[in-house]
């Protein structure tokens, strides 16, 4: 049983709020992204233990599970999605799907399932030093891409409508370019690049117009790695597809490992969170507070719910 510390308010809590996640079903306790002490002792946790769960409830024998793919086991059962989640004070996971943090900070710890994300999608993508790749939407789970984009050496372009986004990318993130997607981004991503295209293009925008227009932005021989999901279909042109030998990808979730490269780039100062939260609240002014932070207005970067 794991006492709950704190929740981070994520895009798929606002999707499911708003009746747009594809996995989800009614009624349904959201949280996912979230930090807990152990509440008894159980096998190798004692009561107290700061741990972050790892909300993806897998079965662990099947095909996908043995081949080290458990964020895309066909049984899986997420917590806030599938299943209920941390919105609460108390909940139960298994021990398998816990990770010790002692020695982060409780709001560090809610961070880390998001920047996960990010990371997987990172890994997925197998990027090149020096590779000039661009991120579609600059939300939280952008955000985490953009991080790992450039720890692993990747020439970085942001690319949003919203100009404090990308001035948050510019600044703080310090991508090394940013792009105006209210003009004409193919353009400007040309002007970037010296005509080439970027490499790698990712999309976390959650927008299905935007990902359709982010088949254009990928250079010849790149790839499109769909991070963000819609509920419905997107299309592309396929002379283009062909064209540009275009891969492709989706990634979805996360495993243990980017966990742990999530948590070893926190503890080294890596990544810093501390302009990364952006809204606080208590437990009992969720209701109050949760409509206003999913509109990106309000200058929400991620918002976090203290127990």
Known sequence: MLRIRRIGICGTDFHAFAGEQPYFEYPR?????????????????????????????????????????????PSIRTLGVHIDGGMRELMPVPAKNLMRADDLSHEQVATVECLAIGAHAVRRANLEQGQWIAVAGTGPIGIGVLHFARLAKARTIAIDVNPDRLEYCRNIIGVDACVDARGETVDQLREITEGNLPQKVFDATGVPAAMEAAF???GHGGA???????????????????????????????????????MDSLRDGKIDISTFV??????DEIAEKFEHWGNPSTGVVKGMVEL
């Open 216 to 218: 254009e932005y990928v």
């Open 278 to 283: 952006t809204h606080r609240c208590q437990f």
């Open 29 to 73: 306790i959201l949280g996912h992204e979230l930090s807990a002490e152990v509440a008894e002792s159980s096998g190798e946790f004692n009561a107290g233990d700061t741990v972050v769960p790892v909300p993806y409830i897998h079965c662990g024998v099947c095909p996908t599970c043995l081949g080290g793919k458990t964020n895309c086991c």
């Open 224 to 262: 499109l790695i769909l991070v963000s999901i819609v509920k419905g279909s997107i299309s592309f042109a396929d002379p283009l597809l062909h064209a540009r030998e275009m891969t492709i990808m989706s990634s979805r979730n996360a495993t243990r490992s980017d966990f742990s490269l999530v």
